[in-house]
């Protein structure tokens, strides 16, 4: 099984709303990832794209799993407009 993370420095395109990430080969197959969020929508969408370099068909499985690695800190949506204390909770 080949993980593809760590890939390098991403570039961005779609006026700075998509980030796309690095091609790597694994095996027979390139594969990328571009990761686009809309200015008027609560939502992000990966798009893993899987190129065979190969001469031949091939058959690929391919599992997902993603990492944001801001545990509990991660916060979607808009920042708070007033000031918090560190220990008050923060409601949606």
Not at 25 to 51: D, S
């Amino acid at each position: 099984m080949a993980v593809y993370n760590q890939n390098g420095p991403a570039s961005l395109e779609c006026s700075g709303r998509q980030v796309v990430l690095p091609a790597r080969t694994m095996g027979n197959f390139q594969v990328r990832r571009k990761v686009f969020v809309p200015t008027n929508e609560g939502f992000a969408r990966w798009l893993n794209i899987c190129t065979n370099n190969s001469a031949s068909t091939q058959t690929a499985r391919m599992q997902t799993s993603n990492n944001l690695a801001s545990d509990a800190n991660t916060r979607i949506g808009p920042p708070p407009t007033e000031t918090r204390h560190p220990s008050s909770p923060i409601r949606g």
